[in-house]
Structures are given as structure tokens and as C-alpha cells.
């Protein structure tokens, strides 16, 4: 079983909708949560990070982590052409960038 | 405001070729990395560098060699490239290793 799981089936909604992305984990000692977004063609930017259980919002952006479950969750709200993208969650069990662990992506497709 | 530049963006080696891919940064950042992304894997750690002079093995070394000499630059070098190396490539940057990750916009290699 991978570290992180994260089903990387297309996502396709219409614009204004809310899109809701998830991921699970296997290793109880992940403390830092990440989300990023990949523009086609272009690298990873970070979107969200948390620490530890609990929300986090930003603009548009919910990022909610659930360490009894190992689930964390992306929520875009009102959702743009320009959310097009795809997301990967990232997490470590300490704050070092060379353990970070990554999502495969889900590719989400907003429908003007 | 250049950030993360790769070089070169596309290439293609025969199996058995040796290359380098460029990156630099232009940030003053101390922690540098490289990754690679393949279908249905994410995106896994190849080597990370926590300063000038100083570099480790990541989640998939083997086949990759890094040296770091300028805290600016961090080259990426395939001794004998295998088509199992055809990845889009990633270099990352940031500062100090607990930072915000920053990407180049990729270097995509097909081994023949």
C-alpha cells in the first residue's frame, strides 16, 4: 500500500460549482499537510498548507485535515474556468522538503 | 523575476547517452531538489541539496548524479540513460529545507 492515496481519475464540473478532492494516508506520524496545483505543461505551486489536524481557508480554498482518519480534503468553492489544473496533496511527518510524500494528482476540469 | 529556470525543456537520448539538465535559481535559496513525475507514480524525490557542497539521495537515486558547487546552481546528470529514466523532471528550491517549495516548469526526457 502506498503512503498516500489519491485517486487520480478525471474530475469534470461546471463552473460555479463546488469541486471536492481527497487523499488518505497510511503513515500515522504525517503532521504536515500540502496541496498543491500543476497548470498543464508547468510545475507544482503551493495552494494550501496545514499542520496538523483541523481548517484552513483561503479565499475560495478549504483545506481540512482528519488525522483520526488519515483523510485530508480540498474544497474549491465557486469554481473557475481557471481552476483547471491538477492537485496534488503532499504531506511529511516532519517540516524537511526531502520526505515529503506525494498524491498522484487529480485532474480537475472546470466547464464555463 | 526568473525563479527556478531548467534547461533544457524537451530531449531525447538513446539509450546509453549520457546528459545533464540545468537548473538554477535565482532566489539566494539554500535547499534545491529534483524530482520525477511519471503516470500513476506523483512526483518522487531523485536528490536534494541543503546547501552549496552538501547533497543527499532521495527516494529514487539510482541511475542520477547531482553535485552542488554554487548555492545557484544544482545540475542533474544521467551516467547512462535507460528508457525507465523517460520522466518529466522536476528541480525545486527553497528556503532552508522547511520552506515553500518553488518548481521549474519541467524538463521532459525520452529515452529510447
Known amino acids: 500500500q502506498k503512503e498516500v492515496e489519491q485517486d487520480p481519475g478525471p474530475l469534470s464540473v461546471p463552473e460555479g460549482a463546488i469541486v471536492s478532492l481527497n487523499c488518505t494516508y497510511s503513515?500515522?506520524?504525517?503532521?504536515?499537510f500540502m496541496w498543491y496545483r500543476q497548470y498543464s505543461r508547468k510545475g507544482p505551486e503551493l495552494l494550501m498548507y496545514?499542520?496538523?489536524?483541523g481548517n484552513k481557508e483561503d479565499g475560495r480554498f478549504t483545506a481540512q485535515v482528519d488525522k483520526s482518519s488519515k483523510y485530508i480534503s480540498l474544497f474549491i468553492r465557486d469554481s473557475q474556468p481557471s481552476d483547471s489544473a491538477t492537485y496534488l496533496c503532499?504531506?511529511?511527518?516532519?517540516?524537511?522538503?526531502?520526505?515529503?510524500?506525494f498524491g498522484k494528482g487529480n485532474q480537475v476540469v472546470v466547464i464555463p | 523575476n526568473a525563479g527556478v529556470t531548467q534547461t533544457p525543456k524537451f530531449q531525447v537520448l538513446k539509450t546509453g547517452q549520457s546528459m545533464t539538465l540545468q537548473c538554477a535559481q535565482d532566489?539566494?535559496?539554500?535547499?534545491m531538489s529534483w524530482y520525477r513525475q511519471d503516470p500513476g507514480m506523483g512526483l518522487r524525490l531523485i536528490h536534494y541539496?541543503?546547501?552549496?557542497?552538501?547533497?543527499d539521495q532521495g527516494e529514487v537515486p539510482n541511475g542520477y548524479n547531482v553535485s552542488r558547487s554554487t548555492t545557484e546552481d544544482f545540475p542533474l546528470r544521467l551516467l547512462s540513460a535507460a528508457p525507465s529514466q523517460t520522466s518529466v523532471y522536476f528541480c525545486?528550491?527553497?528556503?532552508?529545507?522547511?520552506?515553500?517549495?518553488?518548481f521549474g516548469e519541467g524538463s521532459r526526457l525520452t529515452v529510447l
Open positions: 525545486a528550491s527553497s528556503l532552508g529545507s522547511t520552506g515553500e517549495l518553488f
Open positions: 503513515n500515522s506520524a504525517f503532521q504536515y
Open positions: 496545514t499542520y496538523s489536524s
Open positions: 503532499a504531506m511529511s511527518a516532519t517540516a524537511g522538503n526531502n520526505r515529503l510524500a
Open positions: 532566489m539566494n535559496h539554500e535547499y
Open positions: 541539496s541543503v546547501g552549496a557542497g552538501i547533497t
